[in-house]
Nanobody, 130 residues
Framework: QVQLMESGGGSVQAGGSLRLSCKAP????????MGWFRQAPGQEREGVAS??????????VYADSVKGRFIISRDYAKNTLDLQMGSLKPEDTAMYYC?????????????????????WGQGTLVTVSS
């Protein structure tokens, strides 16, 4: 059974930074499609970033709203998927989820990944105040 556990959420002021981490105790993160998704109250879940786990850091895609501010990466020593978030804005406030699935899913748009990735963590809350 695939398990994912997010950590690193918290409260921060606008302009600040946070680093989220997704631990995968039941499988090796390399070669899986993995991503970060978020859901704000009253809104649909949206894709933030994903990475296909390929060689040389893999191929990453980002939502337009976070490009240049967020960086997705994998730490193979810790077996985690991380999300470094900078220049945070109040509109980044949401529950952030880590998800994983077969490698080929990273070839789809983030919205479709959100629908088709099969393994999800419980989420970690990020609150950005103005």
């Amino acid at each position: 059974q695939v398990q994912l556990m997010e950590s690193g959420g918290g409260s921060v002021q606008a302009g600040g930074s946070l680093r989220l981490s997704c631990k995968a105790p039941s499988f090796t993160v390399k070669s899986w499609c993995m991503g970060w998704f978020r859901q704000a109250p009253g809104q649909e879940r949206e894709g933030v970033a994903s990475n296909d786990g390929g060689d040389g850091g893999g191929f990453s895609v980002y939502a337009d709203s976070v490009k240049g501010r967020f960086i997705i990466s994998r730490d193979y020593a810790k077996n985690t998927l991380d999300l470094q978030m900078g220049s945070l804005k109040p509109e980044d406030t949401a529950m952030y989820y880590c998800a994983a699935g077969p490698h080929f899913l990273c070839g789809l748009e983030l919205a479709e990944q959100s629908r088709r990735l099969g393994a999800w963590g419980q989420g970690t809350l990020v609150t950005v105040s103005s």
